[in-house]
């Protein structure tokens, strides 16, 4: 975990952490409990930005946050800092809770897409995330995605994931994950090259 | 964001400002954070910022020496009982007592207990079965002979045979993993033509048989491995077949309904079929080239699997991990294993078997124990097949992790069958030998055989005229009635046990004996009283009738039982390794199961007997509670402490009943699976979320009477759990104080229904005196408090217990006294009741009462019939059936079918068109049927007499919500007065409402707009003010419609998570809401005229899981019990429920929940109470092809209850069930009524679909 070395800002408000010690926060946490505050506050804005872009529901993304953050305090023995980084495991615990919640709510999604009159209540998640003054681009650029490719953008800019712990939260190598980050951000660059 | 990642991936600055700008900002809120910590156990550190949180710190309980004052301040009297609390209570924990158990089911309790009880009394066990497949010869013309097929069902335990099912010949069974279903093919079990029966393996019923429309292989004799395959829920059922030339492959048919799904090529391998444990993968073996073939069942094509060609002898599978193994072998000196995961579709092991075996090759003589551990194969030699002559006289036994052969059993009846069988003992195999009268095929007497490493070859069984072709070996969940509690006789009398032990005056021997006592709790009189070693640890029999004894004397450690009605010592056994807290800490090591069969001792290897060391090996032994005979131990890797094995009951999610275990230390709980003898901590994190959100640690425990339930209190917060599911249910305890600090004892009441919590008094905490002063009394069910026992004495002593009449409890106050020679003391033991004065039961001189029990003996064991069972339901109560007809020629309907419930038979049905919904008004008179026109033409709405379905108006409405094919919850409600009838509608894309219409004339007379678009389902109050709009499957609080104002009076507060199921009571005043709350279950009790929330309860359910895409939720008729459907969420999307979980809503907690279950796997969109309160039907859906390859969909209704195992009520062929309702349907005829179109109202408007505002105001206006 403390190969890469990053800096990276921690959340929104500005604050710049070393996550190099994220291991041993870790370690700390499974002698206590306490420490495990610690690693809530560096990862808990960006678990939520990550899952608020896939629900589009400030409520699931609040759900999302919560469930990821007990997973990871009761599993913290399982652990393994050889395995890979503390955002790429918590990471990938959010991924999972995110299919579970897709499969919890798959057949009343079909109800109401069936629906007569339905206009579908479950529109593009990303549409109630994208912010500020360039939205409508940003909302352009994105809507050109495959959802894999949307994945990796929010996990990147949502979540302020690198490639390496990209990959560990996708569950895929990190030559994937950074080859398939690269073409998507190019294709993108190549788009708003266009733009004034 | 090259500012927020640094890695060297190149990207174009202005998107990469742009991205981030536009994702990533927000947060969590402070609120949010503020919950997340809460749930994680974490609290803000005072004066702290946001980013500063801490874990929180359990203070320091009350010292036990006065601090406060200088102790030469003190009496003489309370300084010398401090002096010696230090000494001898130094550690007297937080946890309480275990509880007095008693056997007084009979006596006292209310109603709601009583319902209570009578919900858990229904449990089940786990009986080994062994399942024999044989022909049977009949009538015998020369050499020929007429032959059919059987199968026995026999209980391993007692030998008993449990069933005969009689069929064709060439009979063939396989038993899915679970146990539930046993498949039966055979020539003439359809007609005359191979067929397939699935049977219900517990009682041998016939579920459904169905002809084979594809050839089934048949073996020469049937002396070849089995056709039969069956996937692990028993859900597809996969048959070898051929052409009868030399063309084979597999038919994959639906396990549910037989239908025919596919046929699968396997490339003309058939020696054997075995499907993994995730049902993904099909494994053929090879006769002809000896290979294994994996074949993928989503693609139906080959796994590339490098798997050795071996000369296949045999194969075996242990299920629970999925490892096929193969024994082959190529000669004398190639013999070998294969070990192939199925799963994973590899080869993980390849071994030699060291010695030259040869496997019988024609025989399927290879057996795997249960747990994995040994491989058993059958040696004989190769004989031609055909002349029956392959035998095999011994069976030799491999351990499978080190493939060394532990063992050879050599029988002198040789096996002739086709099959090993391995028992569950690990230890044993069953096999079958044929006798054959000379000069004839015909079979005379078979015998089974059971051939164990640790005993001699016994005959299990013997078949007159049956040859045995296979034995198959399983378990089948069988429900056994719990021990009836004995209804109190004329005579009996309530016993006070006291367990004690002396104080010698000598200051070198403080603790020199214990005694165990029985008084009358009134009197004080001693009834008998036994002399015991020190060390003393003792626990109460569930039944009352005996006391378990743990002591040290001069000869060691002693385990014994006395006789609770004469003290007589029933048996006594040395002990090795028990383990034992300080004297006087309440803390018992001994445990009783449930079943009151088994004694367990907690016991350290390596430590030094009071449990203090940190080494050795922590182990429970258990001894059988009948004759003290050592049974076995199961290891315990983590914590010390007193421990429990959850109650013979379903422990889903263990293999094997699981360990509760408090920990000494720590005071955490840890789950313990035994499986395999090998103890697999849990840890007690699984809890955290659930049980101790604020702590990790238990203040104090008890055990219900039944053993089933543990509470647990921890600060003010009580957690029930259920063992039998590994289950939580939380309260918050109305106390006074932080019982964290206040030392709490706890005692159950018998029956359950009072929980006593002793703690100290303000005086005394602020003291720093542990004297408990104070006994607060709860209701288990409201969990109220319901009063205060001011004790006036001081209990000084960890021994608390109730007494049988649920309302007092006892207490024990000590007096220490310093004397020239030692110390003296004086026990006191109080009889504190509820209602009355406190008394003195007996004064015990110079002894320390350690624990009390309480309970019942008989003087006079005279027994009392019990009370007779319910009546049978009235004939009037009806079961509405809501189907969707999918006719095979592509006609598509709709039906409200009508059952009788005491008859079954069908009443009448209404054909509605698609989309059918229909709803019962609450005095049963009308039916309310929805649909739509064949024509195309739009929906209607008819009333219709419910007890003769006959029509009574009808009229055309529109906008009427519809779900895809009719699937989803109802979109009808009536009042409860009858009047309205309320419509779930919609109008127009995004916008929701609720048409009322008049039920007198189908008039619509109101359309209330601002509704929640959602999965909804209407619930009207009782008072006619207030109708509740319930979305399922979303995280949306229940809105309520002020019925007055037709309006919107917004939404319920404290109600959060996903809404995964509602029902209301038949009145209508409570509403049932279930909720996931982050995975946890929460029940909501809405009191509908009020709008408030009228109960609220937190279920931790590890075992199963709520659905959130099915309603299967509904209230028994009387509204004494809740029926919740419990399953999984598949991926697919297609959710199935694979029990059905019922709760005394008297109680609302985990303890009164009883699990029914269904026939199969149940996936309709209800539920619906059966009539007797105690029972409920629940529909499964099948869709495959019929046995010509027409579409087929089957809806299966079933009925299951607390008395009898389920069984179908009904099966519709070309239906699917949409919805299911009971209800009682008035027996008189109503008079014939208008109908709206008559009175002219909005039928003879015509507008286009989807504009309801128009409709509105025409029907507004025009009214």
């Known amino acids: 975990v403390n190969d890469l070395s990053l800096d990276r800002q921690a959340s929104g408000s500005g604050s710049r952490v070393d996550v190099s010690d994220d291991a041993a926060l870790v370690a700390a946490a499974c002698g206590d409990r306490r420490e495990f505050a610690i690693l809530y506050e560096r990862y808990a804005d960006r678990l939520y930005r990550y899952a608020l872009a896939r629900t589009g529901s400030d409520a699931a993304a609040d759900d999302i946050v919560s469930e990821t953050m007990v997973a990871a305090l009761e599993g913290i023995g399982r652990f393994d800092p050889d395995r890979g980084t503390v955002a790429g495991w918590l990471f990938a615990i959010a991924a999972r809770k995110l299919a579970d919640r897709g499969r919890r709510r798959s057949r009343a999604r079909r109800l109401l897409g069936r629906l007569r009159g339905h206009d579908g209540a479950d529109e593009d998640a990303l549409e109630t995330v994208i912010r500020g003054e360039d939205a409508a681009l940003v909302r352009r650029l994105l809507a050109g995605l495959s959802k894999r490719d949307r994945e990796l953008v929010l996990l990147r800019y949502s979540a302020g994931l690198n490639s390496v712990e990209i990959a560990e939260a996708l569950g895929i190598s990190s030559g994937a994950a950074r080859v398939r980050l690269s073409r998507v951000l190019r294709r993108l660059a190549a788009e708003l090259g266009d733009d004034p | ?1263």
């Open chain 2, 1 to 1263: 964001m090259s500012d927020m990642i640094r890695d060297d991936l190149q990207v174009d600055p202005r998107l990469d400002t742009l991205l981030s700008r536009a994702l990533g900002r927000g947060g969590v809120t402070r609120e949010q954070r503020q919950r997340h910590f809460e749930r994680l156990g974490l609290v803000p550190r005072l004066g702290g910022s946001a980013g500063q949180w801490r874990a929180p710190v359990v203070e320091g309980r009350p010292q036990l020496e006065p601090t406060a004052r200088p102790a030469s301040a003190l009496p003489r009297r309370r300084r010398q009982w401090a002096e010696l609390a230090a000494a001898v209570l130094a550690v007297i924990l937080v946890a309480a007592l275990l509880v007095a158990l008693f056997r007084d089911w009979g006596s006292g309790g209310d109603e709601q207990l009583a319902a209570s009880r009578e919900a858990i009394e229904t449990r089940y066990e786990t009986r080994e079965r062994l399942y024999v497949v044989s022909h049977v010869y009949g009538r015998e013309e020369g050499f020929e002979v007429e032959l059919d097929g059987r199968v026995t069902a026999y209980d391993v335990a007692s030998g008993d045979e449990v069933y005969t099912i009689d069929t064709g010949s060439q009979v063939d069974a396989a038993v899915s993993a679970d146990g539930k279903r046993l498949f039966i093919a055979a020539l003439g079990a359809a007609g005359t033509s191979d067929g397939l029966i699935a049977v219900d393996a517990l009682t041998g019923r016939e579920l459904w048989r169905t002809p084979l429309a594809e050839r089934r292989l048949h073996w020469i004799l049937s002396l070849g491995p089995t056709t039969l395959a069956v996937s692990s829920d028993g859900s597809r059922v996969y048959v070898q077949s051929t052409d009868g030339g030399h063309a084979y492959w597999i038919t994959e048919l639906d396990g549910e309904t037989g239908a025919a799904m596919r046929r699968i090529e396997t490339n003309n391998c058939r020696s054997g079929t075995f499907v993994s444990p995730d049902d993904r993968t099909l494994y053929v073996l090879c006769d002809g080239n000896s290979r294994l073939r994996a074949i993928d069942l989503s693609t139906n094509t080959d796994v590339d699997l490098d798997a050795p060609t071996v000369n296949v002898a045999g194969a075996a599978v242990v299920r629970d991990t999925g490892l096929l193994y193969i024994v082959g072998g190529n000669g004398v000196s190639g013999s070998g294993v294969t070990v192939v995961d199925m799963n994973a579709r590899a080869v993980v092991e390849e071994a030699g078997l060291g010695i030259d075996i040869r496997p019988a090759r024609l025989l399927r003589l290879v057996a795997l124990s249960p747990d994995g551990s040994r491989l058993f194969i059958g040696l004989g030699t190769d004989v031609d097949a055909s002349s029956a002559a392959v035998s095999s006289r011994q069976v030799v036994v491999f351990d499978t992790g080190s493939w060394q052969a532990v063992g050879r059993i050599a029988t002198e009846t040789p096996i002739t069958g086709q099959t090993l069988a391995a028992a569950q003992d690990n230890v044993s195999v069953f096999a079958s030998h044929n006798a054959f009268r000379d000069g004839t095929s015909v079979s005379t007497v078979s015998s089974i055989l059971r051939l164990s490493l640790e005993a001699i070859p016994a005959t299990f069984a013997s078949r007159e005229r049956e040859e045995v072709l296979a034995v198959i070996a399983s378990q089948v969940d069988v429900p056994v009635e719990r021990p009836t509690p004995t209804p109190e006789a004329s005579a009996t009398r309530e016993q006070l046990y006291v367990v004690s032990h002396e104080l010698s005056q000598r200051r070198d021997a403080l603790i020199t004996a214990g005694r165990v006592s029985a008084l009358n709790p009134v009197t004080g009189e001693e009834f008998w009283s036994v002399e015991a070693g020190q060390r003393i640890d003792a626990v109460l029999s569930p039944d009352g009738r005996r006391l378990f004894v743990a002591d040290s004397g001069s000869d060691g450690d002693h385990l014994y039982a006395l006789d609770t009605q004469t003290g007589r010592e029933l048996w006594r056994t040395p002990i090795n390794d028990r383990q034992w807290h300080k004297p006087g800490s309440g803390q018992s090591m001994l445990a009783v199961t449930d079943d009151g069969a088994t004694v367990t001792v907690y016991s350290c290897e390596g430590c030094t007997g009071e449990i203090r060391s940190d080494t050795g090996r922590n182990w429970l032994q258990r001894f059988d509670a009948a004759t003290g005979a050592y049974q076995t131990n199961l290891d315990i890797t983590e914590c010390r402490g007193v421990a429990w094995q959850a109650p013979e009951a379903a422990t889903e999610g263990f293999r094997a009943r699981p360990i509760y275990v408090i920990c000494d230390r720590s005071r955490s709980l840890e789950i313990v699976d035994p499986s395999n003898g090998q103890g697999v901590t849990l840890t007690h994190d699984v809890f955290l979320e659930g049980g101790f959100p604020d702590s990790t640690s238990a203040d104090a425990h008890v055990l219900s009477p039944d053993r089933r339930l543990l509470y647990l209190v921890s600060g003010n917060r009580l957690s029930m759990i259920d063992m039998t599911r590994t289950a939580a249910t939380r309260v918050q305890l109305d106390a006074d104080v932080d019982l964290a600090q206040r030392m709490p004892l706890l005692a159950l009441s018998p029956n359950g229904g009072r929980l006593f919590i002793g703690s100290l008094d303000d005086a005394a905490y602020a003291e720093g005196r542990a004297e408990v002063g104070q006994v607060d009394v709860y209701d288990t069910s409201s969990w109220e408090r319901v009063g205060q026992i001011e004790s006036g004495a001081q209990l000084t002593s960890t021994a608390f217990a109730t007494a049988v009449d649920g309302e007092s409890v006892y207490g024990v106050s000590a007096d220490f006294q310093a004397t020239d020679d030692g110390i003296a003391v004086e026990s006191t033991i109080h009889h504190l009741p509820l209602d009355g004065e406190p008394a003195t039961v007996a004064t015990r001189t110079n002894e320390e009462v350690l624990y009390l029990f309480s309970g019942t003996v008989e003087v006079d064991p005279a027994t009392v019939p019990l009370p007779a069972p319910t009546p049978a339901p009235a004939a009037q109560e009806r079961l509405f059936v809501v189907s969707r007809v999918a006719d095979p020629g592509g006609v598509e309907g709709g039906r409200v079918t009508a059952y009788d419930t005491q008859t079954t038979d069908l009443a009448y049905w209404i054909e509605t068109g698609p989309d059918p919904d229909a709803v019962l008004s609450h005095d049963g008179t009308r039916l309310y049927v929805a649909g739509s026109d064949p024509d195309g033409s739009g929906d209607i709405l008819s009333a219709n007499e419910a007890l003769s379905g006959e029509e009574l108006w009808s009229v055309p409405i529109h906008n009427r919500v519809q779900w895809m094919g009719g699937e989803g919850p109802t979109t009808l409600a009536v009042s409860q007065d009858g009047t309205r009838l309320f419509i779930y509608s919609t109008t127009g894309p995004g916008s929701y409402a609720i048409q009322v219409f008049d039920t007198a004339d189908g008039r619509l007379g109101r359309v209330i707009h601002g509704v929640a678009g959602c999965v909804a389902q209407l619930f009207p109050s009782p008072d006619n003010r207030s109708l509740y709009v319930v979305c399922l499957s979303e995280r949306v609080a229940p809105q309520v419609i002020d019925l007055e104002t037709m309006t919107s009076a917004g939404v319920l507060p404290g109600i959060g998570g996903y809404v995964t199921g509602a029902a209301a009571t038949s009145d209508g005043s409570r509403l049932y809401i279930t909720h996931d709350i982050d995975t946890e279950l929460r029940l909501t009790v809405i009191d509908t005229n009020g709008r408030v929330i009228a109960d609220q309860r937190d279920i931790v359910h590890l075992a199963a899981n709520p659905l959130h895409s099915l309603n299967l939720l509904a209230l028994s008729q009387d509204g004494s019990r809740l029926f919740l459907g419990v399953g999984e969420e598949r991926d697919d999307g297609n959710p199935v429920a694979r029990e059905v979980w019922v709760w005394d809503t008297a109680q609302l907690h985990v303890g009164s929940i009883q699990a029914l279950r269904p026939l199969g796997n149940l996936n309709g969109w209800s539920l619906a109470a059966g009539p007797d309160n105690r029972s409920v039907y629940a529909v499964q859906n099948s869709h495959g092809l019929d046995p010509g390859g027409q579409p087929r969909s089957t809806a299966t209704i079933s009925w299951m209850g607390f008395d009898a195992q389920a069984e179908n009520f009904a099966v519709l062929t070309h239906h699917e069930t949409l919805r299911l309702f009971s209800g009682r349907v008035s027996n008189t005829p109503l008079l014939s009524e208008s109908p709206a179109t008559e009175i002219g109202m909005v039928d003879k408007l015509t507008l286009p679909d989807g504009c309801l505002s128009n409709l509105v105001a025409v029907a507004s206006g025009g009214s």
